[in-house]
């Protein structure tokens, strides 16, 4: 009687085995060759897309004002790689070099309020570093002569914004990583 639970699960298993590959097709492949078809179509008046052939958007792609944007885009996407990876080895290896007890309680401190939607962190982040939010408000306590949006919209504030929307992505991992080693 017990052989016939892990027969029956295998002949199951195999019998829905073609869900994947049509899982696969229907919500990967058929959308990426839609987005395909689409890029050689000539935009519509209204928004909408004319189906006449066009190469006129990778003409548009391959402008050097784009290729600058990327480049940009590359760079930022570096260092903010950089700065996650070495703020979440240190935040991996403060978890990890707690004692066995606490180190899930360390962990939840870390990561309980990326739990939050990104957008409600970008919110509040934008509000906190925003034209009336404390930050602002102590800078001009300090310094009555502050231009006021010279902290809402700078490269800095899009570094904090992106490191504080992907290091829970490089903690985690580095924290299981770094269990393996038992630094203790």
């Known amino acids: 009687m017990t052989n016939l639970k892990p027969q029956f699960s295998l002949i199951f298993l195999k019998s829905i085995s073609w869900l994947t590959p049509l899982w ?22 209204y928004g909408g897309v004319e189906w006449s052939f066009s190469l006129r958007a990778y003409e548009r792609a391959l402008n050097w004002q784009y290729a600058e944007v990327f480049l940009r885009t590359l760079v930022m996407a570096g260092i903010t790689a950089f700065l996650c990876t070495v703020l979440g080895a240190w935040c991996a290896w403060y978890v990890v070099s707690r004692k066995p007890e606490v180190r899930g309680q360390t962990l939840i401190l870390f990561v309980l309020p990326f ?6 962190r970008l919110y509040s982040l934008q509000n906190f570093v925003g034209v009336e939010g404390p930050v602002q408000t102590l800078i001009r ?3 009555p002569a502050y231009q006021s949006l010279a902290w809402t919209h700078n490269a800095t504030l899009m570094y904090l914004g992106l490191i504080l929307t992907y290091l829970p992505f490089t903690i985690l991992p580095l924290t299981a990583a770094f269990e393996k080693w038992d630094p203790q």
């Open 141 to 143: 306590v300090i310094s």
């Open 115 to 120: 739990l939050l939607s990104s957008l409600i």
């Open 24 to 45: 696969l097709f229907c919500f990967f492949i058929l959308p990426l060759l839609y987005v395909f078809v689409l890029s050689f179509l000539t935009k519509g008046t």
